[in-house]
């Protein structure tokens, strides 16, 4: 693939849209029907509990994974990738985290309000670093996401990307140590902490199972990239990273190639997409839903029964009013933010390149 083809646009992978509705889908019934109860101590009986609901962070890290590597085909220089992706995700995180902390500082949950200091430090969205919670629970996924993009961006900047999966088995390797042995930093708990969320931890296997599904749908694929791709799924054998919902080291397994499977086919546009629409709305506003659903939606369904209201009506509720908010945060948040921060980026393009952020040749794109 030429570098000319590597920049003209592609059509939208809308099987990919739908996978991200399936991974909302999940999360959302895993909080509404798991995490509430225990979160806010209110009884919550609707006849079942999707506890194995959480595993949709799992799948959206493996998008992730497969999307970071396609935006980074269309960026030559670290500056653009950068730039893609702070206005993919920080207009609605800005939005979703000022909507949150109001409502639930204005609510009756007290376990959930937070405190200035956590607040400030939730807005360049890795509290951690300041020794600080996340101000909902969702966002601590955001962290993880935030070690990904820069480990991308380092990897655009310095290597290039035809060296992609010999980067990925070093940055394996060394995740894994961090997750089985890390015993040169246990007593440095902030260091180790601090180390594994901007190595993405041990969910860096499925950000490279991602990345490693994007070469083979592309046609880049070589018998490295299978080899790592093997690599990053033998560690599931070990059994969740999570233990919320107990699973076998082979179930995990499964799940995850199922979960692969799953992106190669939508990656590849095999997945038929009329039957799938209702998933590809979710999928269209999954980011806002994810944020949004949470903390708030646990403040509306607390009311409810406060009211009498039975509990699957107010689950019902619940979701139809954290779908039409996240509708209403991409339309008028989410979609117009983009559009501002890339005419922001793209004004100072060539000063903020020329002046801080040389480099000095251009990196191949991985068809190069």
Known sequence: MRAETAKAPRPRLRGLDALRGVAASAVVFFHYTYSFPRVTGRAFDVGFVASA???????????????????????????????????????????SLLLTAAVVGLSSLPVLRPTLAQFLANVPMVPQVFGQEVVDGVYWTLAYEAGFYLFAATVIWCCGLERIERVCA????????????????????YLLHMIRLTTTGSFAMLF???????????????????????????PTFAGPL????????WGYFLLIASCAALV?????????????????????????L????????????????????????????AIA?????????????????????????????????????????????AGD
Not at 212 to 232: H, N, S
């Open 53 to 95: 609901g959480h595993y949709g962070v799992d799948l959206f890290f493996i998008i992730s994974g497969f999307v970071i590597f396609m935006t980074l085909e269309k960026s030559r220089r670290a500056y653009d990738f950068v730039g893609a992706r702070v206005a993919r995700i920080y207009p609605a995180y800005l939005a």
């Open 264 to 288: 190669w086919l939508a990656g590849s546009d095999r997945l038929p997409l009329k039957p799938l629409a209702p998933l590809i709305f979710l999928g269209d506003i999954s980011y806002s």
């Open 208 to 234: 490279i199972i991602g990345i490693m599904l994007y070469r083979i749908c592309r046609g880049q694929a070589r018998p490295l990239t299978y080899l790592v791709l093997a690599a990053a799924l033998a």
């Open 242 to 249: 999570t233990f919320v919902h107990p699973m076998s080291g």
């Open 290 to 317: 994810y944020l949004l659903h949470e903390s708030i939606g646990w403040v509306l369904m607390n009311r409810l029964l406060a009211l009498g209201v039975g509990p699957m009506t107010t689950l019902v509720v």
């Open 321 to 365: 009013f954290a779908v039409a908010l996240a509708f209403a945060m991409n339309r008028l948040v989410e979609r117009p933010g983009q559009r501002v921060v890339r005419a922001l980026f793209a004004r100072y393009r060539g000063r903020i390149i020329g002046d801080v952020w040389p480099i000095t040749t251009e990196k191949p794109l």
């Open 170 to 189: 070093v940055w394996l390797a060394a995740t894994l140590l961090l997750r089985f042995e890390p015993f040169v930093l246990w007593h440095y708990p």
